[in-house]
């Protein structure tokens, strides 16, 4: 049986990540493909743990910290992500092990070794669509949330260590998406990164979105 495929939605807090995913999601199916729509942290034992410590402005060495999330990314490969792929569905998830290279890069780990770990343990994604946004811009948007759920991640000169990380990444299945725009302009480029690099949408009359779309590499 061939492969499902994962694609992974990536960015800093306030790019629209959840937003894009959700959509995303809808014109999978919309295409009669059997979508896993799925986030990290998870809502699994080390997942919740995260969450709270991310709310209550917990201090967490940034090693203990990483433990915790390769953790819960373990149980999520485990439970979730490799059952999908072997049944040859397509997996959508909000967040994967390109948010530790840069948050737990960000905190004075190694994002290179986080990086080399990650690809030798979990499954590569087959797209990674990085949403690109000033750190300024995303922390404005995060704040403006009613209930803002990570404020321990939401600090100017934090975000600005992340993004930089995020800049640098050069993955053959990266692709970088300015997530400036308005939703719909933001959809239309991740729609356009999806039908160009995976076969899962087939061919489409050319977007407008290709503007906001960049290869790792440019």
Not at 19 to 43: S, Y
Not at 103 to 116: F, K, M, N, T, V
């Amino acid at each position: 049986m061939k492969r499902g495929s994962l694609v992974v939605l990536e960015g800093l807090d306030g790019s629209g990540k959840s937003t894009q995913a959700a959509a995303l999601v809808q014109v999978l199916l919309a295409a009669g493909h059997d979508v896993v729509a799925t986030r990290e942290p998870t809502d699994g034992p080390y997942g919740r743990r995260i969450r709270a410590m991310a709310a209550s402005h917990e201090r967490v060495p940034a090693d203990e910290l990483l433990h915790w999330f390769q953790a819960d990314r373990r149980e999520h490969v485990a439970r979730v992500i490799a059952p999908a792929l072997a049944a040859a569905r397509v997996v959508v998830s909000d967040r994967y092990y390109l948010s530790s290279v840069a948050y737990q890069g960000a905190l004075g780990l190694d994002p290179a070794e986080i990086l080399r770990q990650s690809e030798a343990e979990f499954p590569q994604p087959d797209l990674a669509l990085l949403l690109e946004i000033p750190p300024s811009a995303g922390l404005e948007r995060a704040r403006s949330r009613p209930d803002p759920d990570e404020p321990a991640f939401e600090q100017r000169e934090f975000l600005e260590r992340v993004a930089d990380i995020y800049h640098r990444l050069d993955r053959p299945y990266l692709v970088r998406i300015d997530a400036r725009g308005g939703e719909a302009e933001v959809h239309a480029a991740v729609v356009t990164a999806l039908r160009e690099r995976l076969d899962l949408l087939g061919p489409g009359p050319a977007s407008a979105g290709t503007r906001g779309m960049r290869s790792s590499a440019d």
